[in-house]
């Protein structure tokens, strides 16, 4: 057995860390993770034995036979099963807290925070589908996730999973445009980029009730980007009228076709033809925004929105370095207890890079500097 690197001096620094934004056994038996011993000697080292199990890749057997080794505890298989199951809401309270704690970071852009939204999916083996999602907003000033929601597979990607604050830009992809989550967005004081699709929202003229000719005006296009103000109806006839701004972006024929060539699979898939207006809409982005356009015109706003890949790099490293994606439970308390220590290790190493990451001041590296611009804002 490959023993886990959490070894004392490695965890003394773990659990140091945790107990600065957490009581651990206040927490432990508010939430009935633990309330007596049996076999586990305190709240401490349930939660060692939990991140030893969802982060060091050890099986129950392997767990119950490593903590034995290490005198910590003496619990059998089914024992520590029951165990790590109770624990799962309170790991993820443990997250919740550490995330918390660097959300206080407030580092801004011209007034603005910019917070990336986007989430991935887990499946339990065998599955055939999705089994959980982990939905994660990411704050590009401290460059750190600093929300996290864990929802089964009917948890979809909405913006009102993640609060509104006053200063912050949401940065979305094309799964989050629910327009009646739109205007709490602006009644809180921040606002919002999200990519749309031809059919995402129902637009109308900005002055009237009159539908939006939305691939007229992408036909009379000349440039490679176009903007327009336009009526989004989110089904409140109480309210003023939800007035937006809608940016578009000419694609390359390269990745036009590469977009059509999707779209006809997808539907040949799904045993359907695609339709002409999903072609013809293939060949731009679409994005709807809040912000005006006198701070941030049409070029500004795509500038920021390519941005979202930073997240996706977020997310591609924890499924790889950290195993995120192999999801190796079916039962969905242990699986939750797994994907909530996977959660917390991601937290701390992300704390860890941030601060050394001073070590490497870019004024150091050679060559010859030029600066790079965020966005034009």
Same mark, same amino acid.
């Given at each position: 057995?490959?023993? *886990?690197?959490?070894?004392?001096?490695?965890?003394?620094?773990?659990?140091?860390?945790?107990?600065?934004?957490?009581?651990?056994?206040?927490?432990?038996?508010?939430?009935?993770?633990?309330?007596?011993?049996?076999?586990?000697?305190?709240?401490?080292?349930?939660?060692?034995?939990?991140?030893?199990?969802?982060?060091? !890749?050890?099986?129950?057997?392997?767990?119950?036979?490593?903590? &034995?080794?290490?005198?910590?505890?003496?619990?059998?298989? *089914?024992?520590?099963?029951?165990?790590? @199951?109770?624990?799962? /809401?309170?790991?993820?309270?443990? /997250?919740?807290?550490?995330?918390?704690?660097?959300?206080?970071?407030?580092?801004?852009?011209?007034?603005?925070?910019?917070?990336?939204?986007?989430?991935?999916?887990?499946?339990? *083996? $065998?599955?055939?589908?999705?089994?959980? =999602?982990?939905?994660? $907003?990411?704050?590009?000033?401290?460059? #750190?996730?600093?929300?996290?929601?864990?929802?089964?597979?009917?948890?979809?990607?909405?913006?009102?999973?993640?609060?509104?604050? %006053? $200063?912050?830009?949401?940065?979305?992809?094309?799964?989050?445009?629910?327009?009646?989550?739109?205007?709490? #967005?602006?009644?809180?004081? !921040?606002?919002?980029?999200?990519?749309? !699709?031809?059919?995402?929202?129902?637009? =109308?003229? +900005?002055?009237?009730?009159? &539908?939006?000719?939305?691939?007229?005006?992408?036909?009379?296009?000349?440039?490679?980007?176009?903007?327009?103000?336009?009526?989004?109806?989110?089904?409140? +006839?109480?309210?003023?009228?939800?007035?937006?701004?809608?940016?578009?972006?000419?694609?390359?024929?390269?990745?036009?076709?590469?977009?059509?060539?999707? /779209?006809? &699979?997808?539907?040949?898939? @799904?045993?359907?033809?695609?339709?002409?207006?999903?072609?013809?809409?293939?060949?731009?982005?679409?994005?709807?925004?809040?912000?005006?356009?006198?701070?941030?015109?049409?070029?500004?706003?795509?500038?920021?929105?390519?941005?979202?890949?930073?997240?996706?790099?977020?997310? @591609? #490293?924890?499924?790889?370095?950290?195993?995120?994606?192999?999801?190796?439970?079916?039962?969905?308390?242990?699986?939750?207890?797994?994907?909530?220590? @996977?959660?917390?290790?991601?937290?701390?190493?992300?704390?860890?890079?941030?601060?050394?990451?001073?070590?490497? %001041?870019?004024?150091?590296?050679?060559?010859?500097?030029? %600066?790079?611009?965020? /966005?034009?804002?």
């Amino acid at each position: 057995m490959k023993l *886990p690197v959490l070894l004392d001096p490695c965890w003394s620094r773990v659990e140091a860390e945790i107990r600065a934004v957490i009581d651990v056994e206040e927490s432990a038996y508010a939430s009935g993770a633990f309330r007596q011993a049996r076999g586990v000697p305190s709240a401490a080292v349930l939660l060692r034995l939990a991140m030893i199990y969802g982060v060091c !890749g050890l099986s129950l057997r392997q767990t119950c036979a490593w903590a &034995a080794m290490a005198r910590l505890a003496e619990l059998s298989n *089914p024992a520590l099963l029951d165990r790590l @199951k109770a624990a799962a /809401a309170w790991l993820g309270q443990i /997250a919740g807290a550490l995330l918390a704690a660097r959300a206080s970071v407030d580092q801004r852009w011209v007034g603005w925070r910019l917070r990336l939204i986007d989430a991935t999916t887990l499946s339990a *083996p $065998g599955a055939n589908g999705v089994t959980w =999602r982990l939905h994660l $907003g990411y704050d590009l000033g401290t460059a #750190r996730v600093t929300s996290a929601v864990l929802t089964d597979t009917h948890g979809g990607e909405r913006l009102g999973r993640f609060a509104a604050e %006053p $200063g912050l830009i949401d940065i979305a992809d094309a799964g989050y445009p629910h327009p009646q989550e739109l205007r709490p #967005r602006l009644a809180a004081g !921040g606002a919002f980029i999200v990519r749309i !699709g031809w059919n995402s929202l129902r637009l =109308r003229q +900005p002055d009237s009730a009159t &539908a939006f000719d939305l691939f007229g005006h992408l036909r009379r296009t000349t440039g490679p980007t176009d903007a327009w103000p336009v009526q989004v109806d989110d089904h409140r +006839p109480d309210q003023p009228p939800l007035v937006l701004r809608l940016v578009a972006l000419r694609k390359s024929p390269q990745a036009a076709e590469a977009a059509r060539r999707r /779209a006809r &699979a997808t539907a040949k898939r @799904k045993g359907k033809t695609v339709d002409a207006r999903t072609l013809e809409a293939a060949g731009w982005i679409l994005v709807i925004t809040s912000l005006d356009a006198a701070s941030f015109p049409a070029e500004a706003i795509l500038a920021i929105y390519r941005l979202r890949w930073q997240i996706e790099l977020v997310i @591609k #490293r924890w499924k790889s370095l950290l195993g995120l994606g192999e999801l190796p439970i079916r039962n969905p308390d242990l699986a939750r207890c797994w994907i909530n220590a @996977k959660l917390i290790a991601a937290i701390l190493i992300e704390n860890t890079v941030a601060a050394h990451s001073g070590l490497f %001041p870019p004024q150091q590296c050679e060559g010859p500097q030029r %600066p790079v611009a965020v /966005a034009a804002v």
